[in-house]
C-alpha cells in the first residue's frame, strides 16, 4: 500500500509541476523561470496549435511528468526519512489528490463514451 501510495503522491506532484499553473500560478511561473515557453502557432487548417518550447536542459526536464516524477519520488520519500510525520502526511495528501484525478477522468471519460 505504501508504495501505491508513494507512487501516486510523485506522480501527483510531479503532473503539477509539468501540466498546471498552481495557485497564485506558482508552477507556471517556475516553469517560465527555468526556460519553458509556450509557442503558438497557426496551422495550415487554420487552428492554433501551441507547444513548449525548453531553452535549456532544466526546462527540458520541466516538460516531462515521467522525468519530473524520478525528482519528485525522490523529494517524498528522502522528506518522510528526515521527518516521518510530514512525509506520511504529505505523501497521502497527494496520494488522495491523484486518486480523486483517476476518479474524475474515469468518470468524464465514461460521459464522453456514453457510459
Do not use: Q
Not at 503522491?9 to 523561470?33: C, K, Q
Not at 515557453?37 to 496549435?49: I, N, S
Not at 501551441?50 to 516531462?64: D, H, I, K, P, Q
Amino acid at each position: 500500500m505504501k508504495l501505491i501510495e508513494t507512487a501516486l503522491a510523485a506522480w501527483r506532484l510531479a503532473h503539477m509541476l509539468v501540466n498546471e499553473d498552481g495557485p497564485w500560478a506558482i508552477f507556471s511561473r517556475l516553469r517560465y523561470w527555468a526556460g519553458l515557453r509556450l509557442v503558438a502557432v497557426k496551422g495550415e487548417d487554420g487552428r492554433v496549435h501551441v507547444s513548449r518550447v525548453a531553452a535549456n536542459t532544466l526546462a527540458e526536464g520541466l516538460s516531462c511528468v515521467w522525468c519530473v516524477s524520478v525528482w519528485t519520488a525522490a523529494l517524498i520519500i528522502g522528506v518522510e526519512r528526515g521527518a516521518r510525520g510530514v512525509g506520511r502526511a504529505t505523501r497521502r495528501v497527494l496520494a488522495v489528490s491523484a486518486g480523486a484525478i483517476v476518479v474524475h477522468e474515469v468518470v468524464m471519460w465514461l460521459r464522453s463514451h456514453g457510459g
